[in-house]
């Protein structure tokens, strides 16, 4: 069922968290790309092997149930490099993501806290040109957990000076919602991998709630 049009993010918040792959960036294509290309240069089939919210160790681990005794270490290294390879080709915003941090950058701090690899974390951001809207962004050697941890998201917290409760959080994927619900934030998903698990639920960031979101900031 359809969720009431008349639920609406809160008007007073502390900061914006949000994740990166899919929430802020269209990545979701390199990510699997990427997977992919592991169980494709051992000769095998990768259908079903990406894991959405992952990190690359989560499809490491999964590669070395098919082929138990490979380098961890070295796997990992070959992924993130495929990874930054892809994204390299050409990284854009998702929908709306763009006049929603820089409309809320003006306002109050922002951060990304993402599943990612902190080195393509700060490639995207250097990309897409956005170092001076964020307050941090946030990769999974940031941290000692990555999601669903909630890690991730109270560290963010924590280098924007407010109290994680007082955070909005953006998350597409049920492992970064469980991250997010675990560290005590409001919660915004989007898309359906997720819409249930969260406060609001929207399709995308051109929602009319979103593009009319102006909250005031927690002194």
Wanted: negative net charge; aromatic residues 6%; glycine residues 8%.
């Amino acid at each position: 069922m359809p969720e009431p049009q008349t639920r609406q993010l809160p008007a007073r918040i502390g900061a914006v968290l949000f994740d990166m792959d899919n929430t802020l960036v269209a990545s979701e294509d390199a990510w699997f790309a990427a997977s992919r290309k592991l169980w494709e240069d051992a000769g095998a089939d990768s259908t079903g092997k990406g894991i959405l919210g992952g990190t690359v160790y989560d499809v490491v681990d999964a590669y070395l149930l098919d082929f138990p005794g490979s380098d961890r270490d070295e796997l990992s290294q070959r992924l993130i490099s495929t990874l930054g390879a892809a994204l390299a080709e050409g990284v854009r915003p998702t929908a709306g993501a763009l006049d929603l941090i820089g409309r809320l950058s003006a306002r109050l701090p922002i951060t990304i806290a993402s599943n990612s690899p902190s080195v393509i974390v700060q490639q995207v951001v250097a990309a897409l040109r956005w170092q001076s809207m964020f307050t941090a962004a946030l990769g999974t050697e940031d941290v000692a957990n990555p999601k669903p941890a909630p890690d991730l998201y109270t560290t963010a917290a924590l280098r924007c000076g407010v109290d994680i409760a007082d955070c909005v959080i953006f998350e597409d994927s049920p492992m970064g919602a469980a991250a997010a619900r675990a560290a005590g934030a409001y919660l915004v998903t989007i898309g359906p991998e997720a819409a249930h698990l969260g406060d609001l639920n929207v399709a995308d960031l051109t929602d009319p709630r979103i593009l009319n979101w102006h909250p005031e900031v927690i002194r």
